[in-house]
T-cell receptor
Framework: DAGITQSPRHKVTETGTPVTLRCHQT?????MYWYRQDPGHGLRLIHY???????DKGEVSDGYSVSRSKTEDFLLTLESATSSQTSVYFC?????????????FGQGTRLTVV | GENVEQHPSTLSVQEGDSAVIKCTYS??????FPWYKQELGKGPQLIID?????GEKKDQRIAVTLNKTAKHFSLHITETQPEDSAVYFC???????????FGPGTRLSVLP
């Protein structure tokens, strides 16, 4: 299994509070992604990173920010959590230049905003 | 941007039968099409993938076909087993690392 660790695995937070989710990889892959998974929507991209301090928005980026200060860490921050951000969040990593440009996923973080 | 549709949303088959899941994509620039299996409480795991220069790929009981002209690709699972029960996602990518666009998923149940 690819070396991807998400923390925390579960979190309950109150509306209006800031929340940070962490993704840590040991594969030295260039690309890192944050997806959210909701019933009926599959996996939707929030933000992604193509290198240290290089990030870009995905299709559902409103209300989220990211940072990548080191190759191995990609942080997702909810500045002021809302109930609509209750979801399961997945981090993924990918690398170009290999025969397969597949994405490897972490185990997910279940976030509940009450 | 890319849009990926997936059908059916749920699929029940008897053990030993075949299962077929179909996906369509909208962006003709997409050239990499992976399939992921997600078991309860876990992250998606790649089970097979195909590139746009190949029409079919097999790996034991699993196969994927791609029709570039029609912009659709399919997952075929033969001789299904109870452990095949999971949610399956198709995805499309331009292979440039920028994004993988996923279908909404198919919940496959293999009945013993």
């Amino acid at each position: 299994d690819a070396g991807i660790t998400q923390s925390p695995r579960h979190k309950v937070t109150e509306t209006g509070t800031p929340v940070t989710l962490r993704c840590h990889q040991t594969e030295n892959h260039r690309y890192m992604y944050w997806y959210r998974q909701d019933p009926g929507h599959g996996l939707r991209l929030i933000h992604y990173s193509y290198g240290v301090k290089d990030t870009d928005k995905g299709e559902v980026s409103d209300g989220y920010s990211v940072s990548r200060s080191k190759t191995e860490d990609f942080l997702l921050t909810l500045e002021s959590a809302t109930s609509s951000q209750t979801s399961v969040y997945f981090c993924a990593i990918s690398e170009l230049g290999q025969s397969n440009t597949e994405a490897f996923f972490g185990q997910g973080t279940r976030l509940t905003v009450v | 941007g890319e849009n990926v549709e997936q059908h059916p949303s749920t699929l029940s088959v008897q053990e030993g039968d075949s299962a077929v899941i179909k996906c369509t994509y909208s962006d003709s620039a997409s050239n990499y099409f992976p399939w992921y299996k997600q078991e309860l409480g876990k992250g998606p795991q790649l089970i097979i993938d195909i590139r746009s220069n190949v029409g079919e790929k097999k790996d034991q009981r699993i196969a994927v076909t791609l029709n570039k002209t029609a912009k659709h690709f399919s997952l075929h699972i033969t001789e299904t087993q109870p452990e095949d029960s999971a949610v399956y996602f198709c995805a499309a990518s331009k292979g440039n690392g920028q994004n993988f666009v996923f279908g909404p998923g198919t919940r496959l149940s293999v009945l013993p």
